[in-house]
């Protein structure tokens, strides 16, 4: 698993990361965990719009989670 310990709203490093929110992105050994200097910024990441792939890897912006 790869970590980044910058948080990408404030794209400020996280002291102390074990202290803080994260996310996981994918999964095994591709996984990301990244850490949050707050909940805030956390929920702020997790409302951002994201591409998808369709099953014939055209994307769109639905964000169907």
Same mark, same amino acid.
């Given at each position: 698993?790869?970590?980044?310990?910058?948080?990408?709203?404030? *794209?400020?490093?996280?002291?102390?990361?074990?202290?803080?929110?994260?996310?996981?992105?994918?999964?095994?050994?591709?996984? *990301?965990?990244?850490?949050?200097?707050?909940?805030?910024?956390?929920?702020?990441? *997790?409302?951002?719009?994201?591409?998808?792939?369709?099953?014939?890897?055209?994307?769109?912006? @639905? @964000?169907?989670?």
């Amino acid at each position: 698993m790869r970590v980044s310990t910058t948080d990408p709203i404030t *794209l400020r490093e996280v002291p102390n990361p074990a202290a803080h929110p994260f996310v996981i992105e994918g999964a095994g050994e591709n996984a *990301l965990k990244i850490y949050f200097e707050n909940e805030d910024n956390k929920h702020a990441y *997790l409302d951002i719009a994201t591409e998808h792939p369709g099953k014939d890897f055209t994307t769109n912006l @639905n @964000n169907p989670v």
